[in-house]
């Protein structure tokens, strides 16, 4: 087997452990911490249904024996019914995964076009105009709560200018404000990175020898700067995708009333649907490791000097 | 060897440097004057510290900030160059100028095969097709003696040993066919036979291609293979300068004398040097006088009271002291 | 022409002149904060809780229609919005101290001991933070929540199971690197006990990071508290929250949009402050940034 073969097993093995260890903590807070027949039937439930609950939830049993089971049925991707919509699980998933990848997908490519170019221009001349946007933009990511920013513009755009809809699916336009919402705090989180990074590689040795070669300004940023600042900058890349799967396009969602899969977390928060909720903790645990281990494969081939 | 022409290509005119710091302004390079003729080969020689490499930086247009140019020119071909940009761009340096920096490993981009960072100059320069580009990449492997060249061009910098790296440096550094090569300390990261066979190489193709070379080094030993002239710096000036042979046989400036001294201490396997006690002065409070008088076994009151000039002591030979070593004094 | 190059060369964030307001910003927040946290039931001009549905959506003094009686208008309940925002301080104040003061020590002690003993701990430990970073945590924190339902009480747990990792990671880091100080490596040599070691030695060297983080995760921290009330499974009314009161502002927005972007408001300038109070601090307790900081001076002077 070659070294790249290795490479992705071993990263494959470690983001198993990954969705184990997610799977374990789920496991520890649905069913040890909490109680969830208590949770999931009205208070006044007699104690007859709560036992026909129970041993559908297969509660029991012994608790190692239980928590093989979760993940049998898991990793079967058999995620139970919902109790709010009374049909699977897996298909209220399936249902809301799009619209959320829609989100992501235009919010961060929405952030990364406004930051890679705002970054570079801030890097090649600290202190000027591009900088100073930067440094605004990235106070805005670390300071403005993400739903309020949401609601500001639908203030601002929705209600003050009427010229895009303030919430629900539909269109592209209905696309544009929520994206926006998700795309400005990683955008300035995302450009402040690309720049101190950027400034960092034109302060190596080998770019003097690149303008030593008489190289142009373009192909010294353009070629040697970026391969080096790829790494760092794809790591931040992936965070903020992971972090809007796993956080911000709950927020998102929520404010926009968009219907993905943070919305219906959320929904399923407010309905006591603890299985549809735990599903949705297991798939974007899922796609996480998916994401981490794309990663790991493009720094390979970026940098050769990364080993396993 | 070859008389200095009249025209010279590179000159160093009165050029100043300073440095601004916490502790305050260091002058870094004061006053330096040299000038490189077609084929000829100058040594500039001085402790680190010594603004030997700052020179080089300048020559290139790398000096960057908080180090800046106060005074002085450096031409080429009679034309002054411009220095203070931050991405200088001109068609002498990378055209007729190129340089070789000490520690390859970090001087190369990690991450670009070592064939790209050659081509580039290439299809930049020359505006050669990729592929006549990447013929002309392994030639100048094979050229700087890298085996197999044809597979290493596909190869990394991280994928090569170390004097293998300075050679695929010196590759890149000839790409632009440069007329003049500044080698900065080109060998001091390398291992003693390494350094031989870099000496070697870059004495062979400065006869083969014609180049000048300014060789930047604290090793006179290294001066004595490769150069025709030396100039030796101290503290930021040049305190003696002159043909090698001279410098060798008859150094005039004490300082001088005490690098020969402790060099050849080193080649007898004697490990302590000999010939120079204390340290460089601090630049921030350098003496009103000669700024090697308080090292120096024939120091006076006269040489603290002003700043020795670069006095002629013999043909085409000078040096910046008042009580220079003559006769057998100066012999080592 | 010098200048630029040299803030080029030195990281720059901002001019020298603009950090030390931000500091002073920074301070100001802060120490107001924890004022009005504590003093809110005397400074607060109204009843923050009592709805009084003759005063419904009053706008802001500055605006038609506002009285001074109600400096920032009323909300959808005829409550005010000043005393509102004044009390609602209490809950971030009482989230961010109290995670970062759970998470941070159990981070601490995780850092420390993995930093200490090393070997397999360490490396099982540092795994362990690996793969709970690779998570981020909102989902995990709504999952806490809608098991032991939503309080005060339980944001501080999940907030805090979910933020002691990068304090183990930065406690570990600086264990390592002090160890490997030579006058830290004699102390060992010599048998100083590890205790000694710790305390002697090694806790000067963390006291000033670890700050730093703190005050970095108390903005972070604030946030999440208010993205959690504002979602409806963090603090529950009548407790007064900021992130809370934007949520019962959102359905007003398009005819009273003071009653969301007040509290909003709130909520930035106090992450603001103490964002700007953590980039101060890192600047005066690293002596290698307070270098950086004279270059530029330096640099900004002469040219």
Not at chain 2, 159 to 181: D, T
Not at chain 2, 299 to 315: F, K, S, T, Y
Not at chain 3, 76 to 95: E, F, N, T, V
Not at chain 3, 253 to 266: E, I, R
Request: charged share 15%; glycine share 8%.
């Amino acid at each position: 087997m070659n070294e790249l073969s290795w490479f992705v097993v071993r990263r494959l093995f470690q983001g198993l452990v990954v969705v184990l260890t997610v799977t374990a903590i789920v496991f520890v807070v649905t069913r040890l911490i909490g109680d969830p027949v208590a949770i999931m039937l009205p208070l006044d439930a007699t104690e007859a249904q709560r036992e026909t609950l129970r041993r559908a939830l297969g509660l029991d049993q012994p608790v190692y024996l239980q928590f093989i089971d979760f993940l049998r049925s898991l990793f079967a991707l058999d995620f139970g019914e919902s109790y709010w919509q009374h049909r699977p699980n897996i298909d209220i998933i399936r249902e809301r995964l799009p619209a959320t990848f829609q989100l992501v997908g235009a919010g961060m490519l929405l952030a990364v076009v406004l930051a890679l170019p705002l970054g570079t221009v801030a890097a090649m001349y600290p202190g000027r105009l591009p900088d100073r946007i930067t440094s605004a933009l990235s106070l805005v990511g670390l300071s403005v709560p993400l739903f309020w920013l949401g609601l500001i513009l639908i203030y601002v755009f929705a209600a003050q200018l009427r010229i895009l809809p303030s919430s629900g699916p539909g269109t592209f336009v209905h696309l544009v404000l929520p994206a926006v919402t998700l795309a400005l705090p990683s955008a300035g989180r995302l450009a402040m990175l690309v720049r101190s990074s950027l400034i960092d590689e034109l302060n190596a040795p080998y770019v003097k020898t690149a303008v030593a070669k008489g190289l142009p300004l373009w192909r010294i940023l353009g070629v040697h700067t970026y391969v080096n600042a790829a790494v760092p900058t794809l790591t931040m890349i992936g965070w903020e995708v992971t972090r809007s799967l796993a956080g911000h396009t709950i927020i998102v969602e929520t404010v926009f009333a968009w219907p993905g899969l943070g919305l219906a977390a959320i929904q399923a928060i407010q309905r006591e649907d603890l299985l549809l909720l735990q599903a949705i903790v297991f798939v974007v645990a899922l796609m996480v490791v998916v994401i981490n281990l794309a990663l790991d494969l493009v720094y390979k081939f970026i940098d050769p000097r990364i080993s396993v | 060897m070859t008389p200095p022409v009249p025209t010279p290509w590179l000159e160093v005119d009165d050029l100043w440097i300073e440095f601004v710091t916490r502790r305050g302004i260091v002058p870094a390079v004061r006053g330096v004057s040299f000038a490189i003729g077609p084929g000829e080969s100058l040594g500039l020689v001085g402790e680190s510290g010594s603004g030997k490499t700052v020179i080089a930086q300048t020559i290139m247009g790398l000096l960057q900030s908080p180090g800046r140019v106060k005074r002085g020119a450096v031409r080429w071909q009679g034309k002054p160059l411009r220095f203070g940009d931050r991405f200088p761009r001109d068609d002498v340096r990378g055209h007729d100028i190129s340089i070789v920096f000490q520690d390859a490993l970090a001087a190369l981009n990690p991450l670009l095969p070592v064939g790209t960072q050659i081509t580039e100059v290439l299809t930049r320069r020359f505006s050669l097709s990729p592929k006549t580009a990447k013929e002309r990449a392994v030639e100048l492997l094979a050229l700087v003696g890298i085996p197999e060249p044809r597979e290493r061009v596909r190869n990394y910098p991280h994928e090569f040993s170390g004097g293998m790296r300075q050679r695929a440096m010196i590759a890149i550094a000839l790409a632009c066919e440069p007329k003049l090569l500044i080698a900065d300390e080109p060998t001091t990261a390398l291992d003693v036979t390494i350094q031989a066979q870099i000496i070697y190489l870059l004495r062979d193709l400065q006869q083969r291609l014609g180049l000048s070379l300014l060789f930047i080094t604290h090793d006179l030993g290294v001066i004595a293979a490769l150069c025709d002239r030396v100039a030796v710096c101290y503290s930021g000036k040049i305190v003696e300068t002159g043909p090698a042979e001279q410098i060798f046989a008859r150094p005039a400036h004490p300082y001088t004398q005490g690098l020969l001294q402790s060099s050849a201490a080193r080649d007898d396997g004697r490990d302590r040097l000999l010939g120079i006690d204390g340290t460089p002065p601090d630049l921030l409070a350098l003496p009103p006088g000669c700024a090697f008088a308080p090292r120096c076994f024939r120091a006076d009151a006269a040489c603290n009271a002003a700043v020795p000039p670069l006095a002629g002591v013999g043909v085409d030979h000078a040096a910046a002291c008042i009580h220079p070593l003559v006769g057998a004094e100066a012999v080592r | 022409m010098v200048a630029e190059v040299a803030s080029s060369a030195v990281k720059m964030r901002q001019p020298a002149w603009w950090r030390d307001y931000a500091a002073v910003f920074g301070i100001a927040v802060v120490v107001l904060l924890i004022l009005l946290a504590v003093f809110a039931p005397y400074i607060a001009p109204h009843d923050p809780v009592i709805p009084s549905l003759r005063l419904r959506l009053k706008p802001p003094v500055w605006m038609d229609g506002g009285s001074w009686t109600y400096v920032l208008g009323t909300d959808h309940l005829g409550r005010d919005i000043l005393s509102r925002i004044i009390h609602g301080s209490r809950a971030s104040l009482i989230a961010g101290v109290s995670v970062v003061a759970i998470a941070g020590s159990f981070g601490t002690i995780v850092g420390l001991i993995s930093g200490f003993v090393g070997g397999r701990v360490d490396t099982l430990m540092m795994r362990w933070v690996d793969v709970h970073i690779a998570f981020p945590g909102l989902l995990i924190s709504l999952l806490i929540i809608a098991v032991l339902k939503p309080s005060l009480g339980t944001v501080v747990i999940a907030l805090s199971i979910n933020g002691w990792m990068v304090f183990a990671r930065l406690v570990r880091s600086i264990v390592l690197s002090a160890r490997q100080l030579p006058y830290v490596e004699a102390a060992e040599v010599i048998g100083c006990k590890p205790v000694r070691t710790i305390f002697r030695h090694i806790l000067p060297n963390l006291a000033a990071p670890l700050l730093t983080l703190a005050v970095l995760e108390f903005a972070r921290i604030v946030l999440a508290e208010a993205a959690l009330s504002f979602l409806g499974v963090g603090i529950q009314p009548p407790a007064m929250s900021w992130g809370l009161d934007v949520a019962s502002g959102r359905n007003y927005l398009f005819n009273a949009w003071w009653v969301v972007t007040l509290p909003g408001l709130a909520i930035t300038i106090t992450v603001l402050g103490v964002n700007f109070l953590a980039g101060w601090l890192r600047v005066v307790v690293d002596p290698y940034e307070g270098e950086k900081r004279f270059a530029r001076a330096v640099a900004n002077r002469e040219g």
